[in-house]
């Protein structure tokens, strides 16, 4: 296991291991994570949101092969190429397989970046652009790892009951008379009722991510130790990232323009909450 466990002299700080944090505890303050997160964006708003659009334009692909995919599967089946509309959901399947598999291989390692250029910054206290590329060198390999078994964790919980919805929709396709509209809500509330683990899961694993960046190449390693953390203040850490995700939904409502500002507040929140539990500042912070 590789462990940040250094003192610089110049600013004072001191990064603590896992061990340490897990041996000893940490305190977790709101406000002061809101205050270090505004600091993050008052300081590196314009060079993150360079970055998130490069990030966007990598998104650009996924996107067209998706798009096309669901239209070429509408025109299919409406002109009768495909007999069995299960063909048309297998067909989307795959497809979304695929771009799910790009996403993962080239756009989640570019939104990484985020947090290594973040510790650099305000960390060490020195950071360049390339910095936000920088998940593609040695951690690359296991940060794709890590993702897989995260996106598993969270989404597996709602495999069954969205197949179940495809299931009923697939047969009130077929025969609409056969089955009352009532039949279809069992499926839906198994799929909220799925949704519950599966926020459990997202908040509990958000930490794995700079754990495995900054002090462990284990991947199981860095979701233990997240799940290890995180649990501990749970509702505090929920709403930190609600609060981030409203503030990123009010972006998507402002025409989609303000999303490229306010999606970078859920990677702060969590480098936000990565500080506080380990970074130990012996002076003043500065951001200078």
């Excluded at 001191?14 to 709101?30: A, K, M």
């Excluded at 067209?64 to 025109?75: D, E, I, N, Y």
């Excluded at 969270?154 to 009923?168: G, R």
């Excluded at 930490?207 to 979701?223: G, Q, V, W």
Aim: charged share 10%; aromatic share 18%.
């Amino acid at each position: 296991m590789e462990i940040i466990d250094r003192i610089s002299p110049a600013q004072g700080v001191h990064v603590r291991s896992i061990n340490e944090v897990l041996r000893d505890g940490y305190r977790f303050e709101f406000g002061e994570a809101f205050s270090r997160i505004f600091a993050y964006f008052a300081d590196a708003w314009a060079l993150c949101l360079a970055h998130v659009l490069i990030t966007a334009v990598a998104y650009v692909p996924g996107s067209v092969v998706a798009s096309l995919a669901m239209f070429g599967s509408a025109r299919a089946n409406d002109s009768g190429i495909f007999q069995d509309p299960i063909q048309v959901v297998t067909v989307m399947l795959y497809v979304y397989g695929l771009v799910g598999l790009y996403l993962l291989l080239v756009v989640w390692p570019m939104r990484a970046g985020q947090w290594v250029y973040f510790k650099r910054r305000f960390i060490e206290g020195a950071a360049d652009f390339s910095a936000f590329f920088a998940v593609f060198g040695r951690k690359y390999l296991p940060f794709v790892a890590l993702s897989f078994l995260v996106m598993l964790l969270i989404f597996v919980w709602t495999i069954v009951p969205a197949s179940l919805y495809i299931e009923s929709f697939l047969y009130s396709i077929d025969s609409p008379s056969a089955r009352p509209p009532s039949a279809m809500l069992q499926p839906i509330l198994l799929m909220l009722l799925g949704y519950i683990p599966t926020l459990f899961f997202a908040v509990s694993l958000s930490l794995s991510f700079p754990l495995l960046l900054f002090h462990t190449n284990s991947p199981i390693e860095a979701i233990t130790a997240s799940m290890r953390l995180m649990w501990r203040k749970w509702f505090l850490f929920f709403g930190l990232f609600l609060i981030m995700y409203v503030l990123a939904m009010a972006g998507i409502i402002a025409f989609c323009v303000g999303v490229l500002v306010t999606n970078l507040f859920l990677p702060m929140a969590t480098f936000a909450i990565y500080e506080q539990l380990f970074v130990v500042r012996a002076a003043p912070e500065t951001f200078s």
